[in-house]
């Protein structure tokens, strides 16, 4: 906000000169020129950190999944919540249409799957976690359990689960 | 280990890009220049007067950056001058020839690469030598670099590094990276699920209370 505070002002003396080369002193384009350029700069940096900000959070959608912890949500401007929505909301429309008629969930299996169970250790508390066929598991520092790849595998990318190879 | 979050990286040759932070940073170097002509009233942002009234007189040494040098360069020249940093001159072109791989790249200004190429740029009758002087320095250091990098598993490679400039630390980052994942596969860690890295720095962040 304060960079676009500069913008303006140098904007406005750039005017000023402007209607004063105009009226023929032309010695002065230096001095356009050389704001123009400090204009175009800060421009520059501007839009370069607003989309690095946007890479960042598209890579949180593959990481964290459909939804954001509170921390971060705190940290992100309106337009970016709304941009995050959208993109989650292209990303379902994607995997909808991808492979047969449920879809395709590309969030799932990013590194080639070698069985169906796996055996994972719980790194926090987490509470309780129930599996398709209605049993729960309550998740406990340090319990281990064997559960189905495909339920685990959003809660050991987050940090909550940790995988281990027997 | 595989990552979701991809920054736009270097331009490559004459043109930078517009958004990579990299290309950004590279060109707040500074050159040196001369002014051609009176400037007026820009005294007291390039440092050198006292008011705001000031004028530089013509053909004072200004030290400015880059981007600056790009934007005020006309090729009819009546604003700016630009000289070549004398890493780019003669006697450290002859340097570069007799060796280049024991130059310490990033002490002499950590974007040589990317800051000759934008070099080239501006009109200037050495032009050609300078490229064929960059050329030629990554061409012998490239093999140094990879071989370092290939053979450096879960070292302290500080002491390898600290001479590289911006371009050379990239290349040397993906060559351990390579190297990494390819010993994650051979140990069979390659079907492993992890924590991504960016959870793991999230975690470990404190996250403040932002004023304002």
């Known amino acids: 906000r304060q960079t676009l505070e500069e913008m303006r002002e140098l904007y406005e003396q750039n005017q000023a000169d402007v209607s004063e080369a105009k009226a023929g002193r032309t010695d002065l384009i230096f001095l356009i020129r050389f704001r123009h350029c400090c204009l175009l700069r800060n421009q520059r940096c501007i839009l370069a950190y607003l989309y690095d900000r946007l890479l960042r959070i598209r890579a949180l959608r593959w990481e964290y ?8 949500q705190f940290h992100m401007s ?20 991808v492979g047969g008629e449920e879809g395709l969930d590309l969030t799932q299996d ?6 169906l169970y796996i055996e994972v250790r719980c790194l926090r508390d987490y509470g309780e976690f129930e599996i398709d066929d209605g049993t729960t598991v309550l998740l406990k520092k340090n319990s281990q359990h064997f559960l189905p790849r495909w339920k685990c595998e959003q809660l050991i990318r987050q940090g909550i689960l940790e995988h281990i190879l027997s | 280990m595989s990552e979701a979050y991809f920054p736009v990286g270097p331009g490559l ?17 500074k050159l040196p220049g001369r002014a051609e002509n009176t400037l007026p ?25 880059l981007w600056l040098a790009k934007g005020l360069h006309d090729s009819k020249r009546r604003i700016i001058s630009v000289e070549l940093p004398k890493i780019y001159k003669e006697a450290w072109r002859t340097v570069f020839s007799a060796d280049a791989t024991v130059v310490d790249l990033h002490k002499m200004g950590p974007y040589y690469y990317g800051f000759g190429s934008q ?31 290939q053979n450096a598993y879960n070292e302290d490679t500080s002491a390898l590094v600290a001479r590289l400039d911006e371009l050379e630390r990239a290349l040397f980052q993906a060559g351990q990276k390579g190297l990494n994942d390819f010993q994650c596969w051979e140990k069979g860690q390659a079907s492993q699920i992890t924590a991504s890295s960016l959870v793991q720095n999230y975690g470990k962040r404190k996250f403040t209370e932002v004023d304002g």
């Open chain 1, 65 to 72: 999944g459909s939804v954001l912890p509170n921390t971060i």
């Open chain 1, 78 to 97: 309106a337009e970016e919540v709304e941009w995050f929505s959208r993109y989650k909301k292209s990303l379902a429309t994607y995997m909808r249409s």
């Open chain 1, 110 to 115: 990013i590194k080639p799957p070698k069985s």
């Open chain 2, 13 to 29: 040759g004459l043109e930078e890009n517009f958004l990579s932070l990299d290309d950004i940073l590279m060109s707040q170097e």
């Open chain 2, 41 to 65: 009233r820009l005294a007291f942002a390039l440092g050198q007067g006292a008011g705001t009234g000031d004028s530089i007189p013509e053909g004072t040494k200004l030290e400015i950056p």
């Open chain 2, 119 to 149: 070099l080239l740029n501006f009109d200037n009758p050495e032009n050609p030598e300078i490229a064929q002087t960059l050329l030629q320095t990554f061409i012998n250091r490239f093999r140094h670099i990879m071989d370092s990098s």
